[in-house]
């Protein structure tokens, strides 16, 4: 079924319970979870590679206008930038961390004309302490990117919905000094295959972690 797949949790438990009743499979059109970069992504979190998970910030947000533009803002279609386009942060966050946050915080909200959100700005945090930033809006062109951190290294996503490239970035030690690198290697699921585009080393000085840029 479309996303969003209900709008109350009574409706969701309707659903399922005459999807049971008729030996049906239900499932909700999710369907970044079936990318398949995320396999790759998910064993370099299950290995330890970038460490402890301890932020994680993405961001979404495009322009709509006339009749889509009223569709998308539509409360009774499951409108507003939350719930059309900021269902596709959360459930990114869900991948990475396995987990439900244990607090949400809205920091920021924009409500229109149409009694909808058009910009939301969530602060989460999840069990074992991890952070994580999403914002979302339709209103304004936000690319679709993503950095993880970790205690050991960094993952960057410059469109995360797509997910056909990420970047890691992992910290390690020079065999003639002690001084910290950082090792970049970019991976891709372009022409059907999961591959290391590129690999290089750069002085810790200029591998600060970046910054995604959010409103």
């Known amino acids: 079924m479309r996303k969003a797949l209900y709008h109350q949790p009574e409706q969701a438990r309707e659903l399922y319970r005459l999807a049971e009743e008729k030996h049906l499979f239900l499932m909700e059109a999710f369907w970044i979870w079936l ?6 992504l998910r064993q370099i ?5 970038i460490g402890e998970l301890k932020q994680i910030t993405c ?14 803002f539509d409360s009774g279609l499951g409108g507003g930038a939350l719930l059309d386009i900021g269902i596709y942060n959360l ?15 809205t920091k920021e909200v924009h409500i ?4 909808t959100d058009d910009y939301s700005r969530l602060a989460l945090t999840y069990p074992g302490g991890c952070k994580a930033e999403s914002v979302q809006t339709i209103g304004q062109e936000l690319e679709r990117n993503a950095r993880i951190l970790g205690t050991k290294g960094s993952i960057f996503l410059p469109d995360f919905q797509h997910a056909e490239t990420m970047t890691l970035e ?5 065999r003639r000094s002690s001084a910290a690198r950082w090792t970049s290697t970019a991976l891709s699921t372009r022409s059907g295959k999961q591959a290391a585009a590129s690999s290089r080393d750069v002085p810790a000085a200029t591998a600060t972690p970046r910054r995604t840029a959010l409103p």
């Open 45 to 49: 979190l299950t290995a330890g590679t």
């Open 91 to 105: 459930g990114f966050l869900r991948i990475l961390t396995g987990q439900d946050p244990e607090k949400v915080e």
């Open 35 to 40: 990318l398949p970069l995320y396999n790759r």
């Open 112 to 115: 229109n004309e149409y009694g």
């Open 59 to 72: 961001q979404y947000g495009f322009v709509a206008s006339g009749a889509r533009k009223d569709r998308k």
């Open 170 to 174: 992992v910290e390690a030690k020079s």
